[in-house]
């Protein structure tokens, strides 16, 4: 079992570019997460997929962020423009059910 | 407004004794709870967790406390050991539908055992 695996580990990009972050889910996981965790609010849930459906984007900062998820193994979480207050690590995390979460190690993304 | 409080950012203890790690919450319609366990440059791994049907539950080393009434639950972990130091995230879950997948984390407590 690989684990969640996310792409890049790390992201360094300049203001107004675009940024796709990449994540596989655990084979056979059902649920998809994406996180972002930041000093001042620590991890929030951004949005998250049931079946590779979005359920809740509530967390979803602006219309500058978009997430898909085209199959079972593979999501895209993409920012654009960036701005520099994006600046954080992004967790993708799944799981099957309601069990708990399995989270990939981060995409550190910081944008100058 | 944070609704999972982890009011110690950091916690010293030397080995072979208790730690314990405290986490308050607000929102009373919670009725999950977990605990993370978080390494630098890694993502948060699950450690244990409780329904709020039970007010405690081992396993091994670590036991999470629940008191309802309070709205507070506690980790505790005997005898501690250097390879718990760590970032440990407490997490809550129910009244959004059920979903455990609306995880409401509190901001960690990062744990150093001593040798």
């Known amino acids: 079992d690989a684990g969640v695996i996310q792409s890049p580990r790390h992201e360094v990009t300049e203001m107004g570019q675009e940024v796709t972050l990449r994540c596989k889910p655990i084979?056979?996981?059902?649920?998809l997460f994406w996180y972002r965790q930041t000093m001042m609010r620590g991890l929030e849930l951004l949005i998250y997929?049931?079946?590779?459906?979005?359920?809740?984007d509530s967390g979803m900062p602006e219309d500058r962020f978009s997430a898909k998820m085209p199959n079972a193994s593979f999501s895209t979480l993409k920012i654009q423009p960036s701005e520099p207050r994006d600046s954080a690590v992004y967790f993708c995390?799944?799981?099957?059910?309601?069990?708990?979460?399995?989270f990939g190690n981060g995409t550190r993304l910081t944008v100058t | 407004d944070q609704q999972v409080k982890q009011n110690s950012p950091s916690l010293s203890v030397q080995e072979g004794r208790i730690s314990i790690l405290n986490c308050d919450y607000t929102?009373?319609?919670?009725?999950?709870f977990l605990w993370y366990k978080k390494y630098p440059a890694e993502g948060p791994t699950f450690l244990i967790s409780?329904?709020?049907?039970?007010d405690k539950n081992e396993d091994g080393r670590f036991t999470v406390f629940l008191n309802k009434s309070a709205k507070h639950l506690s980790l505790h972990i005997v005898p501690s050991q250097p390879g718990d130091s760590a970032v440990y995230f407490c997490?809550?879950?129910?009244?959004?539908?059920?979903?455990?997948?609306?995880?409401?984390f509190g901001k960690g407590t990062k744990l150093s055992v001593k040798p």
């Open positions: 995390a799944s799981s099957l059910g309601h069990s708990p979460l399995h």
């Open positions: 409780i329904s709020s049907i039970k």
């Open positions: 997490a809550a879950s129910g009244g959004y539908g059920g979903s455990q997948g609306n995880l409401i």
């Open positions: 929102n009373s319609m919670f009725d999950y």
């Open positions: 084979s056979g996981h059902d649920y």
């Open positions: 997929f049931n079946n590779n459906v979005p359920i809740d």
